[in-house]
Protein backbone atom coordinates (compact mmCIF):
# COMPACT_ATOMS: atom_id res chain seq x y z
CA UNK A 1 0.00 0.00 0.00
CA UNK A 2 2.97 2.64 -0.03
CA UNK A 3 2.76 3.32 -3.38
CA UNK A 4 -1.27 4.38 -2.69
CA UNK A 5 0.20 6.45 0.13
CA UNK A 6 2.46 8.36 -1.42
CA UNK A 7 0.26 9.28 -3.99
CA UNK A 8 -1.83 10.80 -1.55
CA UNK A 9 0.74 12.45 0.20
CA UNK A 10 2.53 13.52 -2.69
CA UNK A 11 -0.52 15.37 -4.23
CA UNK A 12 -1.60 16.41 -0.54
CA UNK A 13 1.60 18.23 -0.52
CA UNK A 14 0.86 19.90 -3.84
CA UNK A 15 -2.20 21.01 -2.69
CA UNK A 16 -0.73 22.65 0.17
CA UNK A 17 2.52 23.53 -1.42
CA UNK A 18 4.36 21.70 1.06
CA UNK A 19 6.79 18.46 0.89
CA UNK A 20 5.75 15.36 0.69
CA UNK A 21 8.31 14.18 3.20
CA UNK A 22 6.00 17.07 5.85
CA UNK A 23 2.53 14.99 5.38
CA UNK A 24 2.03 13.55 8.58
CA UNK A 25 -0.24 10.36 7.33
CA UNK A 26 -1.89 9.81 10.87
CA UNK A 27 -3.13 13.69 10.70
CA UNK A 28 -6.78 14.51 9.75
CA UNK A 29 -6.32 16.88 6.40
CA UNK A 30 -8.04 19.28 8.18
CA UNK A 31 -5.26 19.63 10.75
CA UNK A 32 -2.78 19.56 7.37
CA UNK A 33 -4.69 22.70 6.61
CA UNK A 34 -7.10 21.37 4.06
CA UNK A 35 -10.30 23.51 3.48
CA UNK A 36 -13.42 22.88 1.55
CA UNK A 37 -11.77 24.28 -1.71
CA UNK A 38 -8.49 23.05 -1.63
CA UNK A 39 -10.56 19.11 -0.62
CA UNK A 40 -11.97 19.77 -3.66
CA UNK A 41 -9.09 19.85 -5.87
CA UNK A 42 -6.96 17.13 -4.10
CA UNK A 43 -10.09 14.75 -4.91
CA UNK A 44 -9.88 16.09 -8.51
CA UNK A 45 -6.10 15.25 -8.83
CA UNK A 46 -6.68 12.13 -7.36
CA UNK A 47 -9.73 11.62 -9.62
CA UNK A 48 -6.89 12.45 -12.51
CA UNK A 49 -4.25 10.00 -11.44
CA UNK A 50 -6.37 6.92 -10.46
CA UNK A 51 -8.94 7.22 -12.96
CA UNK A 52 -11.60 6.54 -10.27
CA UNK A 53 -14.67 8.53 -9.77
CA UNK A 54 -14.38 10.32 -6.37
CA UNK A 55 -16.91 12.30 -4.65
CA UNK A 56 -16.20 15.55 -3.20
CA UNK A 57 -17.21 14.70 0.20
CA UNK A 58 -13.67 12.60 -0.22
CA UNK A 59 -11.95 13.58 2.40
CA UNK A 60 -14.25 13.85 5.35
CA UNK A 61 -15.25 10.49 4.32
CA UNK A 62 -11.53 9.67 4.83
CA UNK A 63 -10.51 11.83 7.02
CA UNK A 64 -6.36 10.94 7.22
CA UNK A 65 -4.13 10.52 4.56
CA UNK A 66 -3.25 7.07 5.67
CA UNK A 67 -7.25 6.17 5.48
CA UNK A 68 -7.73 7.59 2.23
CA UNK A 69 -5.35 5.42 0.83
CA UNK A 70 -6.82 2.19 2.59
CA UNK A 71 -9.98 3.41 0.44
CA UNK A 72 -8.11 3.87 -2.62
CA UNK A 73 -6.79 0.82 -2.12
CA UNK A 74 -9.95 -1.18 -1.59
CA UNK A 75 -11.69 0.98 -4.55
CA UNK A 76 -8.45 -0.39 -7.11
CA UNK A 77 -9.10 -4.02 -5.79
CA UNK A 78 -13.16 -3.80 -6.16
CA UNK A 79 -13.85 -2.05 -8.37
CA UNK A 80 -16.98 -0.75 -6.73
CA UNK A 81 -18.55 2.75 -6.95
CA UNK A 82 -19.16 2.84 -3.50
CA UNK A 83 -18.26 1.54 -0.56
CA UNK A 84 -21.44 1.30 1.63
CA UNK A 85 -21.91 -1.84 3.53
CA UNK A 86 -23.68 -4.91 2.17
CA UNK A 87 -27.35 -3.67 3.61
CA UNK A 88 -30.50 -5.93 3.33
CA UNK A 89 -32.23 -8.63 5.07
CA UNK A 90 -29.21 -10.74 5.88
CA UNK A 91 -29.36 -9.96 9.79
CA UNK A 92 -31.10 -11.13 12.78
CA UNK A 93 -34.92 -10.29 12.53
CA UNK A 94 -35.89 -8.10 15.63
CA UNK A 95 -37.46 -10.22 18.59
CA UNK A 96 -40.48 -8.68 18.52
CA UNK A 97 -41.28 -8.56 14.54
CA UNK A 98 -44.44 -10.11 15.02
CA UNK A 99 -45.34 -7.62 17.78
CA UNK A 100 -43.81 -4.23 16.11
CA UNK A 101 -43.87 -0.84 17.93
CA UNK A 102 -46.09 1.82 16.37
CA UNK A 103 -47.43 5.68 16.56
CA UNK A 104 -50.34 5.56 17.96
CA UNK A 105 -50.73 9.81 18.67
CA UNK A 106 -48.65 12.74 17.67
CA UNK A 107 -48.56 16.25 18.47
CA UNK A 108 -46.37 19.20 17.46
CA UNK A 109 -45.93 22.91 17.19
CA UNK A 110 -44.01 24.36 14.63
CA UNK A 111 -43.07 27.69 12.42
CA UNK A 112 -46.04 29.38 10.18
CA UNK A 113 -48.87 28.87 13.62
CA UNK A 114 -48.78 24.96 12.55
CA UNK A 115 -50.32 23.78 15.79
CA UNK A 116 -51.47 20.25 15.14
CA UNK A 117 -49.61 17.38 12.72
CA UNK A 118 -52.78 18.14 10.37
CA UNK A 119 -51.60 22.02 10.15
CA UNK A 120 -48.39 20.82 8.87
CA UNK A 121 -49.53 18.60 6.25
CA UNK A 122 -51.47 21.27 5.08
CA UNK A 123 -48.53 23.14 4.72
CA UNK A 124 -46.17 21.23 3.15
CA UNK A 125 -48.37 19.11 1.00
CA UNK A 126 -49.28 22.29 -0.65
CA UNK A 127 -45.58 23.56 -0.95
CA UNK A 128 -46.01 26.06 2.25
CA UNK A 129 -43.07 27.54 3.84
CA UNK A 130 -43.08 28.80 7.39
CA UNK A 131 -40.20 31.61 7.09
CA UNK A 132 -40.64 34.91 8.64
CA UNK A 133 -38.96 37.85 10.11
CA UNK A 134 -36.66 37.11 13.70
CA UNK A 135 -38.84 36.76 16.53
CA UNK A 136 -40.19 40.38 18.59
CA UNK A 137 -41.90 38.68 21.56
CA UNK A 138 -37.92 37.32 22.50
CA UNK A 139 -36.79 41.15 23.96
CA UNK A 140 -34.04 40.84 20.93
CA UNK A 141 -32.64 44.25 20.05
CA UNK A 142 -33.02 43.46 16.48
CA UNK A 143 -31.79 46.74 15.17
CA UNK A 144 -28.66 46.41 17.16
CA UNK A 145 -28.45 42.67 16.13
CA UNK A 146 -28.50 42.85 12.46
CA UNK A 147 -25.42 43.49 10.35
CA UNK A 148 -24.60 42.37 7.11
CA UNK A 149 -21.27 42.15 7.19
CA UNK A 150 -20.94 38.30 8.70
CA UNK A 151 -17.76 39.14 9.71
CA UNK A 152 -18.30 41.73 12.19
CA UNK A 153 -18.87 40.10 15.79
CA UNK A 154 -21.94 39.88 18.14
CA UNK A 155 -24.46 40.55 14.83
CA UNK A 156 -26.43 38.09 12.82
CA UNK A 157 -26.60 38.46 8.98
CA UNK A 158 -29.81 37.25 8.57
CA UNK A 159 -33.05 38.63 9.40
CA UNK A 160 -35.07 35.49 9.03
CA UNK A 161 -36.05 31.95 10.17
CA UNK A 162 -38.54 29.90 11.43
CA UNK A 163 -39.78 30.63 14.99
CA UNK A 164 -43.16 29.59 16.74
CA UNK A 165 -45.72 31.94 17.67
CA UNK A 166 -46.99 32.41 21.22
CA UNK A 167 -43.75 30.54 22.67
CA UNK A 168 -44.08 33.04 25.73
CA UNK A 169 -47.08 31.55 26.73
CA UNK A 170 -47.67 28.80 28.64
CA UNK A 171 -51.26 27.58 30.50
CA UNK A 172 -49.42 27.11 33.89
CA UNK A 173 -52.68 27.13 35.71
CA UNK A 174 -53.94 23.84 33.54
CA UNK A 175 -50.49 22.04 34.64
CA UNK A 176 -50.73 23.43 38.62
CA UNK A 177 -47.40 25.31 37.96
CA UNK A 178 -47.20 28.45 40.11
CA UNK A 179 -46.96 31.70 38.14
CA UNK A 180 -43.25 32.05 39.67
CA UNK A 181 -41.80 28.35 39.02
CA UNK A 182 -44.02 28.78 35.17
CA UNK A 183 -41.66 32.40 34.69
CA UNK A 184 -38.29 30.02 35.75
CA UNK A 185 -38.80 27.53 33.35
CA UNK A 186 -37.52 27.29 30.21
CA UNK A 187 -40.09 27.54 27.32
CA UNK A 188 -39.23 23.91 25.85
CA UNK A 189 -40.44 22.59 28.97
CA UNK A 190 -43.80 24.86 28.94
CA UNK A 191 -44.55 23.57 25.25
CA UNK A 192 -43.58 20.09 26.00
CA UNK A 193 -45.78 19.87 28.74
CA UNK A 194 -48.60 21.37 26.22
CA UNK A 195 -47.50 18.93 23.59
CA UNK A 196 -47.30 15.60 24.86
CA UNK A 197 -51.12 16.30 26.54
CA UNK A 198 -52.26 17.18 23.20
CA UNK A 199 -50.54 14.24 21.75
CA UNK A 200 -51.58 11.37 24.28
CA UNK A 201 -55.22 12.77 23.50
CA UNK A 202 -54.66 12.62 20.29
CA UNK A 203 -54.37 9.07 20.97
CA UNK A 204 -57.78 8.43 22.40
CA UNK A 205 -56.67 8.05 26.10
CA UNK A 206 -57.04 10.48 28.93
CA UNK A 207 -53.47 11.56 30.37
CA UNK A 208 -54.25 11.33 34.05
CA UNK A 209 -55.19 7.83 33.28
CA UNK A 210 -51.75 7.12 32.56
CA UNK A 211 -50.75 7.93 36.10
CA UNK A 212 -48.70 5.29 38.08
CA UNK A 213 -47.93 3.01 34.37
CA UNK A 214 -44.90 2.14 32.89
CA UNK A 215 -45.09 4.82 30.43
CA UNK A 216 -41.41 6.15 29.44
CA UNK A 217 -40.53 9.65 28.50
CA UNK A 218 -37.51 10.08 25.91
CA UNK A 219 -37.07 13.99 25.20
CA UNK A 220 -34.63 15.76 22.51
CA UNK A 221 -33.31 18.91 24.01
CA UNK A 222 -30.50 21.33 23.76
CA UNK A 223 -29.54 24.30 25.69
CA UNK A 224 -29.45 27.61 24.82
CA UNK A 225 -29.98 30.85 26.45
CA UNK A 226 -32.84 30.84 28.95
CA UNK A 227 -30.81 30.30 32.15
CA UNK A 228 -28.46 33.55 31.49
CA UNK A 229 -32.05 35.37 30.94
CA UNK A 230 -33.97 34.25 34.06
CA UNK A 231 -30.80 34.04 36.36
CA UNK A 232 -31.64 37.47 37.78
CA UNK A 233 -35.47 37.52 37.33
CA UNK A 234 -37.12 38.23 41.16
CA UNK A 235 -38.42 35.39 43.09
CA UNK A 236 -37.73 32.44 40.67
CA UNK A 237 -34.22 31.33 42.68
CA UNK A 238 -36.12 28.38 44.10
CA UNK A 239 -36.97 26.72 40.74
CA UNK A 240 -34.14 28.22 38.84
CA UNK A 241 -32.45 24.64 38.55
CA UNK A 242 -35.35 22.43 37.93
CA UNK A 243 -36.56 25.08 34.93
CA UNK A 244 -33.29 25.52 33.56
CA UNK A 245 -32.03 22.25 33.32
CA UNK A 246 -32.00 20.04 30.59
CA UNK A 247 -32.36 17.04 32.19
CA UNK A 248 -35.92 17.85 34.05
CA UNK A 249 -37.36 18.30 30.89
CA UNK A 250 -38.06 14.46 30.46
CA UNK A 251 -38.39 13.96 34.47
CA UNK A 252 -41.29 17.09 34.61
CA UNK A 253 -43.29 15.22 31.95
CA UNK A 254 -43.19 12.23 34.22
CA UNK A 255 -43.68 13.93 37.15
CA UNK A 256 -46.30 15.84 36.10
CA UNK A 257 -48.41 12.82 34.84
CA UNK A 258 -46.59 10.16 37.34
CA UNK A 259 -45.40 8.30 35.02
CA UNK A 260 -42.94 5.34 36.25
CA UNK A 261 -41.01 4.26 33.07
CA UNK A 262 -37.78 5.07 32.31
CA UNK A 263 -37.32 9.01 31.65
CA UNK A 264 -34.54 10.47 29.69
CA UNK A 265 -33.21 13.98 27.92
CA UNK A 266 -30.92 13.41 25.00
CA UNK A 267 -28.66 16.34 23.71
CA UNK A 268 -27.54 14.89 20.85
CA UNK A 269 -27.51 18.19 18.98
CA UNK A 270 -29.65 18.27 15.72
CA UNK A 271 -30.22 14.25 15.88
CA UNK A 272 -31.92 14.53 19.69
CA UNK A 273 -35.15 14.12 18.85
CA UNK A 274 -34.81 11.00 16.59
CA UNK A 275 -32.25 9.41 18.97
CA UNK A 276 -35.23 9.81 20.89
CA UNK A 277 -37.11 8.08 19.23
CA UNK A 278 -34.49 5.17 18.43
CA UNK A 279 -34.10 5.15 22.50
CA UNK A 280 -37.97 4.93 22.98
CA UNK A 281 -38.27 2.38 20.43
CA UNK A 282 -35.95 0.02 21.93
CA UNK A 283 -37.01 0.57 25.57
CA UNK A 284 -40.54 -1.24 23.98
CA UNK A 285 -38.88 -3.59 22.41
CA UNK A 286 -37.09 -4.84 25.47
CA UNK A 287 -40.15 -4.24 27.78
CA UNK A 288 -39.00 -1.39 30.09
CA UNK A 289 -41.90 0.51 29.34
CA UNK A 290 -45.71 -0.29 28.31
CA UNK A 291 -45.76 2.86 26.28
CA UNK A 292 -43.49 5.74 25.34
CA UNK A 293 -43.68 9.26 25.17
CA UNK A 294 -40.64 10.38 22.20
CA UNK A 295 -39.92 13.43 20.56
CA UNK A 296 -38.17 16.69 20.90
CA UNK A 297 -38.35 20.73 21.42
CA UNK A 298 -35.89 23.59 20.42
CA UNK A 299 -37.17 27.39 21.69
CA UNK A 300 -34.62 30.05 21.29
CA UNK A 301 -34.98 32.34 24.35
CA UNK A 302 -31.99 34.73 22.95
CA UNK A 303 -29.89 34.80 19.91
CA UNK A 304 -26.48 33.18 21.14
CA UNK A 305 -26.70 30.03 19.17
CA UNK A 306 -26.81 32.27 15.82
CA UNK A 307 -24.17 34.74 17.14
CA UNK A 308 -22.16 31.19 16.59
CA UNK A 309 -23.21 29.84 13.21
CA UNK A 310 -23.01 33.44 11.56
CA UNK A 311 -19.42 33.39 12.59
CA UNK A 312 -19.33 29.53 11.09
CA UNK A 313 -21.15 31.08 8.08
CA UNK A 314 -23.56 28.52 8.59
CA UNK A 315 -26.52 30.00 8.25
CA UNK A 316 -28.53 30.93 5.06
CA UNK A 317 -28.39 34.66 3.93
CA UNK A 318 -32.45 34.74 3.68
CA UNK A 319 -33.56 31.97 5.92
CA UNK A 320 -34.55 29.58 4.03
CA UNK A 321 -32.81 25.88 3.98
CA UNK A 322 -32.26 24.76 0.11
CA UNK A 323 -31.73 21.43 0.86
CA UNK A 324 -29.36 19.42 -1.71
CA UNK A 325 -29.85 22.64 -3.74
CA UNK A 326 -27.16 23.96 -5.86
CA UNK A 327 -27.67 27.93 -4.41
CA UNK A 328 -27.45 26.12 -0.56
CA UNK A 329 -25.53 28.71 1.32
CA UNK A 330 -26.40 27.29 5.15
CA UNK A 331 -29.90 26.17 6.76
CA UNK A 332 -32.49 28.68 7.87
CA UNK A 333 -32.78 28.76 12.14
CA UNK A 334 -36.12 26.94 13.39
CA UNK A 335 -37.66 26.37 16.40
CA UNK A 336 -40.38 23.59 16.94
CA UNK A 337 -41.56 20.77 19.40
CA UNK A 338 -42.87 17.31 18.49
CA UNK A 339 -44.20 14.51 20.24
CA UNK A 340 -44.93 11.23 19.33
CA UNK A 341 -47.20 8.40 21.27
CA UNK A 342 -45.25 5.04 20.74
CA UNK A 343 -47.01 1.09 22.08
CA UNK A 344 -47.11 -2.08 20.46
CA UNK A 345 -48.72 -2.92 17.87
CA UNK A 346 -50.91 -5.49 19.89
CA UNK A 347 -51.47 -3.44 23.16
CA UNK A 348 -52.87 -0.50 20.21
CA UNK A 349 -55.20 -3.12 18.76
CA UNK A 350 -55.84 -4.27 22.22
CA UNK A 351 -56.93 -0.41 23.48
CA UNK A 352 -58.68 0.05 20.32
CA UNK A 353 -56.18 2.78 19.43
CA UNK A 354 -55.57 4.39 16.19
CA UNK A 355 -52.04 3.23 14.35
CA UNK A 356 -50.94 5.96 12.69
CA UNK A 357 -47.51 4.07 11.08
CA UNK A 358 -45.13 1.28 12.06
CA UNK A 359 -41.60 1.93 12.95
CA UNK A 360 -40.14 -0.67 11.26
CA UNK A 361 -36.49 -0.52 12.10
CA UNK A 362 -34.03 2.14 13.41
CA UNK A 363 -29.92 2.11 14.32
CA UNK A 364 -27.68 5.00 16.25
CA UNK A 365 -24.30 5.23 15.56
CA UNK A 366 -21.03 7.75 16.20
CA UNK A 367 -19.25 9.51 13.73
CA UNK A 368 -15.50 8.41 15.31
CA UNK A 369 -12.51 10.14 14.15
CA UNK A 370 -14.03 11.80 11.67
CA UNK A 371 -12.18 15.01 9.27
CA UNK A 372 -12.96 17.80 12.23
CA UNK A 373 -14.87 17.38 15.43
CA UNK A 374 -18.00 19.13 13.81
CA UNK A 375 -17.73 17.83 10.26
CA UNK A 376 -20.17 14.99 9.05
CA UNK A 377 -18.78 11.39 8.10
CA UNK A 378 -20.17 9.93 5.13
CA UNK A 379 -18.92 6.49 5.92
CA UNK A 380 -20.73 6.32 9.29
CA UNK A 381 -23.59 7.76 7.70
CA UNK A 382 -24.13 4.46 5.38
CA UNK A 383 -23.50 2.09 7.90
CA UNK A 384 -26.32 3.84 10.42
CA UNK A 385 -28.63 3.24 7.18
CA UNK A 386 -27.64 -0.26 6.52
CA UNK A 387 -27.84 -1.32 10.37
CA UNK A 388 -32.13 0.09 10.35
CA UNK A 389 -32.43 -1.89 7.13
CA UNK A 390 -31.12 -4.89 9.00
CA UNK A 391 -33.07 -4.92 11.95
CA UNK A 392 -36.32 -4.21 9.69
CA UNK A 393 -35.40 -7.47 8.30
CA UNK A 394 -35.03 -5.09 4.53
CA UNK A 395 -33.76 -4.65 1.32
CA UNK A 396 -32.58 -1.30 0.14
CA UNK A 397 -35.17 -1.83 -2.46
CA UNK A 398 -37.83 -1.75 0.09
CA UNK A 399 -37.67 1.89 1.05
CA UNK A 400 -39.32 4.45 -1.40
CA UNK A 401 -38.96 7.72 0.33
CA UNK A 402 -35.94 9.01 2.69
CA UNK A 403 -37.29 12.36 4.60
CA UNK A 404 -33.35 13.60 4.47
CA UNK A 405 -31.76 15.83 7.48
CA UNK A 406 -31.21 18.33 4.31
CA UNK A 407 -30.27 21.38 5.85
CA UNK A 408 -29.15 22.92 3.01
CA UNK A 409 -25.35 23.43 3.49
CA UNK A 410 -22.52 23.08 1.33
CA UNK A 411 -20.57 20.49 2.73
CA UNK A 412 -23.17 18.55 4.67
CA UNK A 413 -26.05 17.89 2.14
CA UNK A 414 -23.52 16.51 -0.37
CA UNK A 415 -21.74 14.06 2.35
CA UNK A 416 -25.86 12.96 3.33
CA UNK A 417 -26.75 12.57 -0.46
CA UNK A 418 -23.49 10.05 -1.41
CA UNK A 419 -23.93 8.33 1.34
CA UNK A 420 -27.83 7.56 0.31
CA UNK A 421 -26.80 7.01 -3.25
CA UNK A 422 -24.06 4.69 -2.19
CA UNK A 423 -26.96 3.01 0.34
CA UNK A 424 -30.42 3.37 -1.07
CA UNK A 425 -29.40 3.77 -4.81
CA UNK A 426 -27.77 0.43 -5.44
CA UNK A 427 -31.63 -0.85 -5.86
CA UNK A 428 -31.27 -2.85 -9.20
CA UNK A 429 -32.84 -2.16 -12.24
CA UNK A 430 -36.24 -3.14 -11.73
CA UNK A 431 -36.88 -0.90 -8.46
CA UNK A 432 -37.90 2.80 -8.94
CA UNK A 433 -35.04 5.31 -7.68
CA UNK A 434 -35.82 6.45 -4.22
CA UNK A 435 -37.26 9.82 -3.51
CA UNK A 436 -35.78 12.24 -1.22
CA UNK A 437 -36.68 15.32 -0.08
CA UNK A 438 -36.83 17.28 3.66
CA UNK A 439 -39.25 19.30 5.70
CA UNK A 440 -36.37 21.88 6.52
CA UNK A 441 -37.09 23.39 3.22
CA UNK A 442 -40.59 24.17 4.58
CA UNK A 443 -40.28 25.28 8.46
CA UNK A 444 -35.84 25.73 8.35
CA UNK A 445 -34.06 23.60 10.82
CA UNK A 446 -35.81 22.98 14.32
CA UNK A 447 -32.43 21.33 14.95
CA UNK A 448 -33.23 19.57 18.73
CA UNK A 449 -37.08 18.87 17.05
CA UNK A 450 -36.01 18.64 13.34
CA UNK A 451 -36.15 14.47 13.43
CA UNK A 452 -39.43 14.36 14.85
CA UNK A 453 -40.91 16.96 12.01
CA UNK A 454 -39.66 14.41 9.63
CA UNK A 455 -40.75 11.67 11.22
CA UNK A 456 -44.64 13.61 11.46
CA UNK A 457 -44.35 14.50 8.10
CA UNK A 458 -43.16 10.78 6.51
CA UNK A 459 -46.30 9.60 9.03
CA UNK A 460 -48.52 11.54 7.35
CA UNK A 461 -47.21 11.11 3.96
CA UNK A 462 -47.38 7.59 4.21
CA UNK A 463 -51.16 7.82 5.07
CA UNK A 464 -51.93 10.03 2.33
CA UNK A 465 -49.69 8.15 -0.41
CA UNK A 466 -48.01 11.38 -1.34
CA UNK A 467 -44.61 12.73 -1.87
CA UNK A 468 -44.44 16.57 -1.07
CA UNK A 469 -41.86 18.58 -2.91
CA UNK A 470 -38.94 19.72 -1.56
CA UNK A 471 -38.42 23.41 -1.77
CA UNK A 472 -36.11 26.20 -2.72
CA UNK A 473 -34.21 24.20 -5.27
CA UNK A 474 -33.25 25.44 -8.46
CA UNK A 475 -31.05 22.42 -9.60
CA UNK A 476 -29.59 19.61 -7.48
CA UNK A 477 -26.06 20.26 -6.50
CA UNK A 478 -23.36 19.67 -8.71
CA UNK A 479 -21.56 18.65 -5.84
CA UNK A 480 -23.16 15.35 -5.68
CA UNK A 481 -22.98 12.47 -8.55
CA UNK A 482 -26.74 11.92 -8.89
CA UNK A 483 -25.63 9.53 -11.53
CA UNK A 484 -24.38 6.90 -9.50
CA UNK A 485 -27.42 5.60 -7.81
CA UNK A 486 -31.22 5.58 -8.25
CA UNK A 487 -31.40 8.59 -5.89
CA UNK A 488 -33.93 11.36 -7.18
CA UNK A 489 -34.54 14.48 -5.01
CA UNK A 490 -38.72 15.54 -4.68
CA UNK A 491 -38.89 19.21 -6.35
CA UNK A 492 -42.43 18.20 -7.49
CA UNK A 493 -45.15 16.76 -5.16
CA UNK A 494 -46.10 13.48 -7.13
CA UNK A 495 -47.88 10.26 -5.43
CA UNK A 496 -46.28 7.58 -3.63
CA UNK A 497 -44.65 5.24 -6.01
CA UNK A 498 -46.48 2.27 -6.64
CA UNK A 499 -45.69 -1.25 -5.76
CA UNK A 500 -47.62 -4.33 -4.21
CA UNK A 501 -45.88 -4.03 -0.71
CA UNK A 502 -47.11 -1.45 2.03
CA UNK A 503 -45.14 1.80 1.52
CA UNK A 504 -42.28 3.18 3.64
CA UNK A 505 -40.22 5.95 4.46
CA UNK A 506 -36.50 6.63 6.40
CA UNK A 507 -36.17 9.56 8.05
CA UNK A 508 -32.61 10.62 9.07
CA UNK A 509 -30.69 13.25 11.15
CA UNK A 510 -27.14 14.04 11.81
CA UNK A 511 -25.89 16.15 14.90
CA UNK A 512 -22.60 18.23 15.14
CA UNK A 513 -22.15 15.73 18.24
CA UNK A 514 -21.20 13.40 15.70
CA UNK A 515 -24.52 11.14 16.55
CA UNK A 516 -26.45 9.88 13.82
CA UNK A 517 -29.63 8.25 13.36
CA UNK A 518 -31.65 6.54 10.70
CA UNK A 519 -35.67 5.10 11.33
CA UNK A 520 -37.63 3.87 9.11
CA UNK A 521 -41.67 3.78 8.75
CA UNK A 522 -43.90 1.65 7.02
CA UNK A 523 -47.96 2.41 6.25
CA UNK A 524 -50.02 1.54 9.66
CA UNK A 525 -51.65 -2.24 8.66
CA UNK A 526 -54.75 -3.29 7.13
CA UNK A 527 -57.50 -2.82 10.17
CA UNK A 528 -56.46 0.28 11.88
CA UNK A 529 -58.82 2.35 12.68
CA UNK A 530 -59.41 5.85 11.24
CA UNK A 531 -60.85 7.69 14.05
CA UNK A 532 -60.35 11.60 13.53
CA UNK A 533 -58.14 12.69 16.98
CA UNK A 534 -60.22 15.73 18.62
CA UNK A 535 -58.26 18.89 20.20
CA UNK A 536 -57.04 18.41 23.99
CA UNK A 537 -59.51 19.26 26.58
CA UNK A 538 -57.46 21.86 28.35
CA UNK A 539 -56.82 25.76 28.26
CA UNK A 540 -55.58 25.21 24.87
CA UNK A 541 -54.18 27.61 22.78
CA UNK A 542 -53.98 25.31 19.92
CA UNK A 543 -57.04 26.27 17.22
CA UNK A 544 -58.62 23.50 17.81
CA UNK A 545 -58.22 19.77 15.96
CA UNK A 546 -61.32 18.38 14.31
CA UNK A 547 -65.00 19.30 14.41
CA UNK A 548 -68.50 16.93 13.86
CA UNK A 549 -72.28 17.23 12.50
CA UNK A 550 -76.13 17.31 13.99
CA UNK A 551 -74.39 16.08 17.32
CA UNK A 552 -73.51 17.35 20.75
CA UNK A 553 -69.97 18.88 21.09
CA UNK A 554 -68.58 18.80 24.40
CA UNK A 555 -65.92 21.06 25.85
CA UNK A 556 -64.00 20.94 29.23
CA UNK A 557 -61.91 23.12 30.90
CA UNK A 558 -60.16 23.21 34.46
CA UNK A 559 -61.29 26.81 34.63
CA UNK A 560 -63.58 29.21 32.28
CA UNK A 561 -61.05 30.64 31.16
CA UNK A 562 -60.09 27.45 30.06
CA UNK A 563 -63.25 26.42 28.60
CA UNK A 564 -63.82 29.28 26.64
CA UNK A 565 -59.86 29.16 25.16
CA UNK A 566 -61.18 25.45 24.34
CA UNK A 567 -64.81 26.55 22.66
CA UNK A 568 -62.86 29.49 20.80
CA UNK A 569 -59.99 27.08 19.62
CA UNK A 570 -62.35 24.83 18.06
CA UNK A 571 -65.01 27.32 16.44
CA UNK A 572 -61.82 28.54 14.51
CA UNK A 573 -60.91 25.58 13.46
CA UNK A 574 -64.17 24.03 11.92
CA UNK A 575 -64.02 27.47 10.23
CA UNK A 576 -60.36 26.91 8.72
CA UNK A 577 -61.17 22.95 8.08
CA UNK A 578 -64.33 22.92 6.90
CA UNK A 579 -65.50 19.38 5.63
CA UNK A 580 -64.98 17.29 8.54
CA UNK A 581 -67.51 14.36 9.70
CA UNK A 582 -68.61 16.26 13.33
CA UNK A 583 -69.79 13.12 14.61
CA UNK A 584 -66.60 10.98 14.47
CA UNK A 585 -64.96 14.76 15.97
CA UNK A 586 -67.55 14.30 19.01
CA UNK A 587 -67.00 11.12 19.74
CA UNK A 588 -63.04 12.14 19.63
CA UNK A 589 -63.88 15.24 22.11
CA UNK A 590 -64.99 12.18 24.44
CA UNK A 591 -63.03 9.44 23.97
CA UNK A 592 -60.33 9.09 26.11
CA UNK A 593 -60.44 12.69 26.62
CA UNK A 594 -59.89 13.80 30.43
CA UNK A 595 -63.21 15.41 32.43
CA UNK A 596 -62.90 18.31 33.67
CA UNK A 597 -65.20 20.59 36.13
CA UNK A 598 -66.43 23.42 33.76
CA UNK A 599 -68.20 21.80 30.70
CA UNK A 600 -70.29 23.22 28.04
CA UNK A 601 -72.42 20.76 25.29
CA UNK A 602 -73.00 22.61 22.00
CA UNK A 603 -75.49 21.35 19.27
CA UNK A 604 -74.46 21.37 15.91
CA UNK A 605 -77.27 23.00 14.17
CA UNK A 606 -77.81 22.08 10.71
CA UNK A 607 -74.28 21.08 10.75
CA UNK A 608 -73.07 24.56 12.31
CA UNK A 609 -71.79 24.67 15.30
CA UNK A 610 -69.36 27.48 15.41
CA UNK A 611 -71.77 30.10 16.78
CA UNK A 612 -72.84 27.96 19.25
CA UNK A 613 -69.42 27.52 20.45
CA UNK A 614 -68.77 31.33 19.96
CA UNK A 615 -71.12 32.01 22.53
CA UNK A 616 -69.30 29.94 25.01
CA UNK A 617 -66.19 31.43 23.94
CA UNK A 618 -67.70 35.06 24.55
CA UNK A 619 -68.75 33.54 27.88
CA UNK A 620 -72.23 33.26 27.26
CA UNK A 621 -72.68 29.75 27.85
Known sequence: MDDVLDLVRAHTAEVLDEDAADIDPDLTFQELGLDSLTAVELRDRLDAATGLRLPSTLVFDHPTPTALAEHLRDR????????????????????????????????????????????????????????????????????????????????????????????????????????????????????????????????????????????????????????????????????????????????????????????????TACSSSLVAVHLAVQ?????????????????????????????????????????????????????????????????????????????????????????????????????????????????????DVVEAHGTGTPLGDPIEAQALLATYGRRGPDAPPLLLGSVKSNIGHAQAAAGVAGVIKSVLALRHAVVPATLHVDRPTSHVDWASGAVRLATETVPWPRSDRPRRAAVSAFGMSGTNAHVILEQAPRGANTTEAAPRASAAREPGTQPAALVPLTVSGRSPRALRAQAHALAEHLVARPGHDLRAVAAGLIRGRAAFEHRAVVLARGGDATAGLRAVAAGDE
Open 76 to 267: RASGRAGEAEETGSSGQPSALEDDPVVIVGMGCRFPGGVRSPEELWDLVSCGGEAIGELPKDRGWDLEELFDPDPGRPGTLYVRGGGFLDGADEFDAEFFGVSPREALAMDPQQRLLLEVTWEAIERAGIDPSSLKGSRTGVYTGLASFDYPEIVREAPGVEHFYSTGTQASVASGRVAYTLGLEGPAMTVD
Open 283 to 399: ALRAGECTMALAGGATVLAGPSVYLGFCRQRALSADGRSRAFAEAADGFGPAEGVGVLVLERLSDARRHGHEVWAVVRGSAVNQDGASNGLTAPNGPSQQRVISRALQVAGLDVADV
